[in-house]
């Protein structure tokens, strides 16, 4: 079956603009997470969401949102871009349940000019 | 505080070389484990996972781990080392507890030298 479907792969954009990425999960899973990786901080959580509901945070600011749809997709939206917002932003899906195994997407890479 | 510790950012080893990258974890429950590799500019792939029952882990691409509960480790071990082995690997652990959440390492980047 499909894996974890992120769009877009790769995309630059000008400081102070805002982004929405997507991210299709792996059919059937209906918790999908988002990560973001950058050099300096490894692998940081941003948020989970679980039957369109948001589940878990990590400790972003709040220019940094998501949401999830009926079919479980997911989009992730950054306002006000800053430099470091340059960075691997990972979608993860799993089933939902504590032990699922967690599949990830091959990540949108942003680029903050 | 629960944390992973991956004490090695990068490792190097030559090609037919075993390998073992350490990981280890304090947390304060029954702990799941899970190895994840990741190829350069790729998502991260599950090599591995331990929940319970025997703690020698057998994965992918030959990879094993084991649990070792007394040292709150859960090293990855690989007798010998390919080229393309080549990529960044992740320790992470969640729990029944965690509230679903992994808790993630910094990773380890593993060299292979010809």
């Known amino acids: 079956k499909a894996g974890v479907t992120q769009t877009p792969r790769y995309l630059i954009k000008t400081r102070g603009q805002q982004v929405t990425l997507s991210c299709s999960p792996i059919?059937?899973?209906?918790?999908v997470s988002w990560y973001q990786q950058t050099p300096g901080q490894g692998l940081q959580f941003l948020f989970e969401?679980?039957?369109?509901?948001?589940?878990n945070k990590g400790n972003f600011p709040g220019r940094f949102s998501g949401r999830q749809f009926s079919n479980s997709r997911s989009e992730m939206n950054v306002s006000t871009l800053e430099l470091g917002d340059s960075a691997l932003y990972l979608c993860?899906?799993?089933?939902?349940?504590?032990?699922?195994?967690?599949?990830f997407g091959e990540g949108s890479w942003l680029t903050v000019v | 505080a629960q944390s992973v510790t991956q004490p090695d950012i990068h490792i190097t080893v030559s090609e037919g070389a075993s390998l073992e990258l350490r990981c280890n974890y304090s947390?304060?429950?029954?702990?799941?484990l899970f190895w994840y590799v990741q190829s350069p500019g790729q998502g991260l792939q599950l090599l591995l996972k331990?929940?319970?029952?025997d703690t020698l882990v057998q994965g992918i691409k030959g990879f094993e781990a084991e649990f070792k509960r007394s040292q709150s480790s859960f090293n990855l071990r690989k007798p010998s080392v390919h080229w393309s082995d080549a990529a960044e690997y992740f320790c992470?652990?969640?729990?029944?507890?965690?509230?679903?959440?992994?808790?993630w390492g910094a990773g380890t980047k593993l060299i292979i030298k010809p």
């Open positions: 993860a899906s799993t089933l939902g349940s504590s032990g699922n195994t967690i599949y």
């Open positions: 059919s059937g899973h209906r918790s």
């Open positions: 969401y679980f039957s369109e509901t948001q589940r």
């Open positions: 947390y304060g429950a029954t702990p799941y």
């Open positions: 331990y929940f319970s029952g």
């Open positions: 992470a652990v969640g729990s029944l507890d965690s509230n679903y959440q992994l808790i």
